[in-house]
């Protein structure tokens, strides 16, 4: 019986508290995860950004946007890397 892993795991980070880091290599351009959340609009995501806080919005378009904040979903916590986990 194959057991699968998780890709993904959810640790303590110094730059915002928790982060979201690999739990085992992924391949470059695989699929990990689906960004959950709440659809807003563009506005409502400037809006929610100006106010300050932990968020966890992704622009879909130049309309609408996914605000992640409340989820506990582990892609809440992706970011951008430039010096990616190995």
Same mark, same amino acid.
């Given at each position: 019986?194959? /057991?699968?892993? @998780?890709?993904?795991?959810?640790?303590?980070?110094?730059?915002? +508290? /928790? +982060?979201?880091?690999?739990?085992?290599?992924?391949?470059?351009?695989?699929?990990?995860? =689906?960004?959950? %959340? @709440?659809?807003?609009?563009? /506005? =409502?995501?400037?809006?929610?950004?100006?106010? %300050? +806080?932990?968020?966890?919005?992704? =622009?879909?378009?130049?309309?609408?946007?996914?605000?992640?904040? /409340?989820?506990?979903?582990? #892609?809440?916590?992706?970011?951008?890397?430039? #010096?990616?986990?190995?």
């Amino acid at each position: 019986m194959k /057991r699968e892993i @998780e890709p993904l795991i959810i640790l303590r980070s110094p730059i915002n +508290g /928790r +982060g979201c880091f690999a739990a085992v290599p992924i391949p470059a351009r695989r699929k990990i995860g =689906e960004f959950v %959340g @709440e659809k807003i609009s563009a /506005r =409502e995501a400037r809006a929610r950004v100006a106010r %300050g +806080g932990k968020i966890s919005i992704c =622009e879909i378009n130049q309309r609408w946007s996914i605000d992640a904040s /409340r989820t506990r979903q582990p #892609t809440a916590f992706i970011n951008h890397s430039c #010096t990616p986990n190995s």
